[in-house]
């Protein structure tokens, strides 16, 4: 007899199996098509936000889901924390040479912590997330003090851990980022804060919005935008939102750079991201063929 599966291996299995009639435990998974993450996580979404369920998944259940799917996409995410990424720390070795590092704004859609560890390298320099974090052995609330370089994670960070019960959010060391943790005010279970990327983005959470605030404040101090690594996608509407109000603001013609090309990337996928940054922001755009790879070296 088999062992039992733990339950969130249960609970996954069955929930691919009623909504999209897909066995998990079969032999031809390499054959099976399977939904998008955005899809599977998507369906409980909007089933969470038009208070219905489905037949045999309850509204609890429903909710217990989502957080399933959200803690193995941090437990995919974290694998890769581990892999040195030496682009990232050699952007960040280039910026604190150029002497500019001070006026550099980061925004970053990304959870991991390949770019706050980067910058964490550079001597005498703090991140400054732009958000509040209690601290065990400081429970007032700290922000980056000092010499420090903007990185606002508009979709949250793997290392932010969130308590729902005290609405703290805890700044948790980099290779403690995404596990399992207690709160120590109150000993609730901590969430990781981050918005996944589900149709029905969700930034709702109050210091997410100050993380926002923060950011459109700062971008409309600066001269230049560098897009890297960002495809501009169509869903992404509400940081084309942020954008255009920065754009708007600005005092004449804000010079705006894209730098995502990458080994194998097709004519056809060159043509239409550039069609989506132009009729977005305008014809003015410099749409390069740089790498970030590019990018990072010759800062």
Partial sequence: MSAELPQVDRELRDYFQVVFGIDVTGSDLDETVFPTFEEAIGVLDLAAAR????????????????????????????????????????????????????????????????IDNSLSFIPGIDV????????????????????????????????????????????????????????????????????????????SNVHLGMVWNQAELALREVQHLIFCGYSFPEADMHIKYLIKRIQTHYDGQLAITVVNNYSGKTEESITDEKDRYQRFLGTNVNYTDISFEEFASDW
């Fill in 128 to 203: 400054d997330y732009g958000i509040e974090f209690a601290e065990p052995e400081r429970p007032e609330p700290r922000m980056a003090a000092g010499n420090s370089i903007k990185l606002y994670k508009l979709h949250g960070s793997l290392n932010w851990m969130y308590c729902p019960a005290c609405s703290t959010v805890n700044l948790a060391p980099f290779q403690m980022a995404a596990l399992p943790s207690s709160c120590s005010r109150c000993g609730s279970q901590y969430s990781t804060l981050i918005v996944p990327p589900t149709y029905f983005k969700n930034i």
């Fill in 51 to 114: 208070d219905e369920t489905f037949r045999e998944l309850e509204s609890s259940k429903i909710r217990l889901l989502r957080h399933y799917l959200v803690r193995l996409m941090t437990d995919v995410i974290k694998d890769k924390l581990d892999r040195p990424n030496s682009y990232h720390r050699q952007l960040a070795k280039n910026l604190a040479k150029s002497g500019e590092i001070s006026d550099v704004v980061v925004i970053s859609t990304n959870y991991d912590t390949l």
